[in-house]
């Protein structure tokens, strides 16, 4: 112990250091787990998708026709609030995306705090899911 007090007197920036990175740490971890928002990968998107999950593009109709997820239904962000008392009824999970992932996760993190439980978004929305050469049909 009597080491242990010596290095911290001799080093007190690198103990600075270390608690000012664990805190930060610490401060993002609670932070993401405050916004309570289900991002889940391509893999798991996937996955679910093929037991039958309801994937919902929350893009605007001219950019929901250039190209989205197969079978995919389109409501864009400013109605799916309106929209949130049939999600929330319905027993199967709903996944939201949109062109990178930042809208449709706010959306998620939105409809899970108004009790809808099985809502999740697509981590990179359609840019990742693209790069995962994913198939993506075109009206």
């Not at 001799?10 to 289900?38: H, M, Q, Y």
């Not at 996955?47 to 309801?54: A, D, E, F, P, W």
Request: glycine residues 8%.
């Amino acid at each position: 112990m009597q080491e242990f007090v010596e290095f911290t007197s001799a080093n007190p920036w690198l103990i600075s250091g270390l608690v000012a990175s664990g805190l930060a740490v610490l401060f993002n971890e609670l932070r993401l787990k405050a916004r309570n928002i289900g991002s889940i990968g391509i893999p798991t998107a996937v996955q679910l998708i093929n037991k039958g999950c309801s994937v919902v593009d929350v893009r605007e109709a001219k950019q929901f026709a250039a190209g989205h997820i197969v079978d995919a239904r389109n409501i864009p962000d400013s109605e799916l609030s309106a929209d949130s008392a049939n999600l929330k009824n319905s027993k199967k999970p709903s996944l939201l995306v949109c062109e990178n992932g930042a809208r449709s996760g706010e959306m998620a993190g939105r409809l899970r705090k108004d009790g809808v439980e099985n809502v999740y978004s697509i981590t990179g929305g359609l840019d990742a899911w693209r790069r995962e050469n994913m198939p993506i049909v075109s009206d």
